[in-house]
């Protein structure tokens, strides 16, 4: 019975409840009256200004219910619960104007979780309730109502608190509950606009996340990747009701249930499954900055939880984070991390974060889950700067190993043709700068710990990074090979089958070895690593640590087996190297001939290599911290055949002395003549090098080479004769010489002879490898027998087992050791022996195109080091058309022209001779034609009349130039002030303020440009 003079609002939720005496009998449904509840809201959303009063009178009530349950009124029990669900039913049916209940009920929720948390049937109301608002709001008054900001903020703290619940007992069905519970709400906040719409994302994902990630870590792997795997098969949980995209009215929220009693109840499998759906809920739904606050909070969760410890859920946690973001936001879960492990990376003691951290970004790029938008150049200098802080800091970090699998793994996925190029470029310029100078903040010194492990760091990943885009490349599903097949099968076909060949026997397929083709025979979709890009790092093979030098041996023994470029170097499945004329054609022999005859950038690779082996070999002292002083690529400057500062002469190697070096008169210089970006630094390492070439013995003397690194020199050449035969051989064998005849002199001393013995032996076992890749069975039984006659099945160590790519222990040189002058008596192989049967073999005379005599001449030209260092640089042209006094007029005055300071144009021209009134008129001819838009893309006409093949003849006399189809008449334009301001830059007329004697000479100047035709 109601008082006299209440209000209408009052009178309609007092009738909603059952009588005093039902409220016992109420449950376990606990609903209000069903016609009374229809008439409150009919009321309440006919009448939208009476919402907030009964929002009000409905949280008063539920204050008063909720302090009289928490002394055990099982009445007041009954009705809160029953006033919980005519909460639900006003948000439900007024969820057009629910911003108006919110206050009201989000200090309702807050309170009774507040005082009744425990109570699991009073939670489930609490957190339909709280379901039901976060469907239907927008989100608006989160971060602007300061009230229902705070209410919020706190039942999302309550609910993660539930989620995350440890049970003191050893009732886990309890725990179970109560989990499912917090999840349930936790569910309905990552699907509501006030998440994603409010402005305090990052504050409601740090609550969220922490019971996510705690509930993560509570279970094995085993369980995570089995539930993983069911949230693709199954859309619907059966706790939580799947997002929906409906408009907000047409939305329905879901209730959550307890299960009955005696029913078994639900399992830790069933609260991971509520679990990973909530996270891949919250990141398919996040943007890239969101996605970026969702793993910060899951990375500060585990450091406040302490989960670093466990590794592998760390890794499973961020491969599953990326997976579940949207495709074009993946880049910043590793992004985010990276971030986390630079902000860490000055840590005196390396601690199980810095350990997971890398586990975690090593997984994610190693994940078959492509990761788009990734600054993979930033990523990769981040990466190098934490391996340097982290050598300074103590050599023996063991999160060294971690971070040279972290940069390889940046290798795994392709994204653009360049990228390995460009990622194993900046590694190489890291390598260069830290070899020569040492970690930064410390000064080189040979013996110092922190540079070696630094350069062995740089070196390992710089392997690794290749390793990882071959095996990325190689491991492609069936299906995904077949799409990219199919895709640019236009464009790979005739290169695909020119290399393929029928083999006599069926089961030994023919090993394919073309250029820009991995293993399998299929063209790759990466630039390969350029040879003058690894050429810069030769000189570590002299670096005075020998750790330093096994640790690069084993990369260059890598780059040439995997990666230099083999144009026109083929293998039979047998080992041996035959000719194909039928597979590669007349046209395609030829041109690989030319280049390797004529050399490329293989070839001057190959130079460079054996000079350095000489140094190695004969040096007194090695070190070469002068080479590069400022490692720095530079495109500034005239470095057109001219002399360094240092006195190096960068100039082309004479036709008539080269040993394989390119000829300018040859098609394959006019192909490849682009310039290397790291010419001025290559200038200042030839003169250094230069100079310690002045230091070397005429004649084998005492050396600082180990009894290893003449292992390693036998290593690294048998692999050049193995997959670059035929210029392996150009350049190899005069080099072969000249070692066979420093070693014919025997000397008494034990040092000495000790390394005589050896070097004798690296020439007999190169011969023999020579004699089987050519099938020259004379060579080989030379070998043999000379290998026979040995007192000792060898000189030389065992080879160690290296993996390539990782980071190995450092490795110690072996010495030499003292022999006998018994042993001096074994004298190797006739090396001219071996020429002559070289010369007579016929798959060499067909290979190099030779005839005996000239391959003769070829193969026992003096080898010099200081030629080899000649041939290696990359030569010049004798006229560049863009320098010089024979340059274009138009370039020479453009920067004159233009109105702007034109830097890059100035640089092109450095003229001698005076600028006068012809030049004048050819830059205002160009200026006419360069105003019309319709003629500044327009190309030349080519013509190919007159002009043969280059196949047959020189390149540059029979170049295609443009040729005008008719005579084209001179065109003026320009308005006499920027003329008037192109003479006076030119100096030319007074430069006095007589300005009319310019403008009368001005017309005059037009009337004889038609007596002028252009050349």
Not at 33 to 58: F, M, V, W
Request: charged share 20%.
């Amino acid at each position: 019975m109601h008082l006299p003079f209440t209000p209408n609002h009052v009178q309609l939720i007092s009738a909603c409840y059952p009588s005093s005496a039902a409220l016992l009998t109420a449950g376990p449904e606990y609903r209000p009256n069903a016609q009374e509840l229809s008439r409150l809201t009919y009321y309440a959303s006919n009448r939208p200004g009476k919402i907030n009063k009964l929002g009000s009178e409905l949280e008063k009530r539920i204050r008063g219910e909720c302090k009289k349950a928490q002394a055990g009124n099982a009445r007041a029990r009954a009705s809160l619960l029953i006033s919980l669900s005519i909460m639900r039913a006003l948000a439900t049916e007024c969820r057009r104007d629910i911003s108006l209940l919110t206050r009201s009920l989000l200090a309702s929720i807050d309170t009774v979780l507040a005082g009744l948390s425990t109570d699991l049937e009073v939670s489930a109301k609490v957190a339909t309730l709280f379901t039901t608002f976060t469907t239907f709001t927008d989100g608006r008054l989160i971060g602007v109502d300061s009230h229902a900001t705070k209410d919020y903020m706190s039942i999302l703290d309550r609910f993660s608190q539930m989620s995350a619940i440890t049970s003191k007992s050893s009732d886990h069905e309890f725990r179970n509950r109560t989990r499912l519970v917090g999840l349930a709400a936790l569910s309905g906040a990552v699907t509501s606009e006030a998440l994603y719409g409010s402005n305090s994302f990052r504050i409601q994902a740090s609550k969220i996340v922490s019971a996510l990630v705690i509930n993560v870590h509570d279970v094995d792997l085993s369980t995570l990747e089995n539930e993983s795997a069911t949230l693709k098969e199954k859309t619907s949980s059966p706790y939580l009701a799947e997002f929906r995209t409906r408009p907000t009215v047409e939305r329905r929220a879901a209730s959550i249930h307890l299960h009955k009693d005696g029913d078994k109840g639900p399992s830790s499998v069933d609260v991971t499954n509520a679990c990973l759906r909530i996270f891949s809920t919250l990141l398919d739904h996040s943007n890239g900055a969101q996605v970026a606050d969702v793993v910060h909070a899951a990375l500060d969760s585990l450091d406040d939880w302490k989960g670093w410890e466990k590794s592998g859920h760390c890794c499973w946690l961020a491969r599953k984070m990326t997976d579940w973001s949207q495709y074009q936001y993946r880049y910043a879960v590793p992004t985010r991390l990276v971030e986390r492990l630079q902000e860490n990376q000055d840590a005196p003691v390396t601690r199980p974060l810095h350990h997971a951290l890398a586990s975690m970004i090593t997984t994610v790029f190693d994940s078959p889950t492509t990761v788009v938008n990734l600054s993979t150049s930033d990523i990769i200098s981040t990466f190098i700067t934490i391996v340097l802080r982290r050598t300074a800091s103590d050599p023996d970090d063991s999160l060294l190993p971690s971070l040279t699998a972290c940069i390889a793994s940046l290798g795994t996925h392709v994204y653009y043709s360049d990228q390995i190029h460009d990622l194993a470029s900046e590694l190489i310029s890291r390598l260069i700068t830290v070899e020569a100078n040492g970690v930064p903040g410390r000064e080189r010194d040979a013996n110092d710990r922190s540079r070696v492990q630094a350069v062995r760091c740089l070196l390992a990943s710089l392997v690794g990074l290749i390793q990882a885009a071959d095996r990325h490349e190689g491991g492609k599903p069936e299906e995904h090979r077949g799409r990219e097949e199919h895709r640019r099968s236009e464009e790979t076909s005739r290169a695909v089958t020119s290399t393929f060949i029928a083999s006599e026997d069926p089961q030994k397929p023919v090993r394919v070895s073309i250029e820009h083709a991995d293993d399998t025979g299929r063209p790759s979709n990466r630039t390969k690593l350029a040879p003058e890009i690894w050429q810069d790092t030769l000189h570590i093979l002299c670096d005075e640590n020998y750790a330093v030098r096994a640790e690069y041996v084993t990369a260059l023994i890598f780059y040439l087996e995997t990666e230099i470029s083999r144009r026109g170097e083929y293998t039979d499945h047998d080992g041996i190297r035959r000719p194909r004329p039928l597979a590669e054609g007349p046209l395609q022999q030829a041109s690989n001939m030319i280049a390797m005859l004529y050399g490329d950038a293989s070839t001057r690779f190959l130079h460079a290599a054996h000079v350095y082996f000489y140094i190695l070999a004969t040096a007194s002292s090695l070190g070469t911290s002068t080479v590069s002083s400022s490692p720095a690529r530079s495109m500034i400057g005239d470095v057109t055949g001219s002399a360094d500062a240092s006195g190096a002469v960068y100039t082309a190697a004479e036709p008539g002395s080269s040993l394989g070096g390119e000829r300018r008169d040859s098609p394959t210089y006019s192909q490849h003549n682009r310039r290397s970006m790291s010419i001025p630094a290559r200038v200042r390492k030839q003169s250094a090098i230069q100079q310690m070439l002045t230091q070397l013995p005429s004649e084998l003397s005492l050396s600082i080479a180990t009894t290893s690194d003449y292992r390693n020199i036998l290593a690294i050449l048998q692999t050049i004769h193995e997959h670059l035969p035929v210029r392996g051989l150009l350049t190899g064998v005069p080099f072969l010489l000249r070692l066979a005849s420093m070693v014919r002199n025997t000397s008494t001393h034990p040092d000495e002879l000790a390394r005589v013995l050896i070097l004798r032996e690296v020439i007999v076992r190169i011969c023999l490898c020579i004699g089987k890749k050519w099938d020259c069975q004379d060579v080989v039984s030379l070998a043999e027998q000379s290998l026979s006659s040995m007192l000792i099945p060898s000189y030389l160590p065992a080879s160690p087992k290296r993996e390539p790519g990782t980071l190995n222990p450092p490795e110690e040189p072996i010495p030499l050791l003292p022999v006998d002058l018994v042993q001096s008596t074994w004298l190797g192989i006739d090396i001219d022996s071996v020429i002559l049967a070289l010369v007579k073999n016929s798959n060499i005379n067909n290979a190099t195109g030779m005839d005996e005599e000239t391959l003769h001449g070829r193969l026992t030209t003096e080898w010099s080091a200081e030629t080899a260092l000649k041939d290696s640089v990359e030569p010049q042209p004798a006229h560049d058309p863009l320098r010089g006094d024979g340059a274009s007029q138009r370039l020479k005055l453009a920067p004159a022209l233009m109105h702007i300071e034109n830097m890059s144009l100035q640089s092109l021209t450095r003229p001698t001779r005076a600028v006068g009134v012809t030049d004048l008129r050819d830059a205002l001819e160009g200026r006419s034609s360069m105003s019309n838009p319709a003629l500044v893309n327009a190309a030349p006409s080519i013509s190919t009349l007159e002009h043969i093949s280059t196949v047959h003849g020189d390149a540059t006399s029979n170049r295609l130039v443009p040729v005008r189809s008719r005579p084209e008449k001179p065109k003026i334009s320009g308005n006499p002030s920027e003329v008037r301001d192109v003479l006076n830059k030119l100096r030319i007329g007074k430069q006095s303020g007589n300005n009319n004697l310019l403008k009368a000479s001005f017309p005059a100047l037009q009337r004889r440009e038609s007596q002028y035709v252009l050349p």
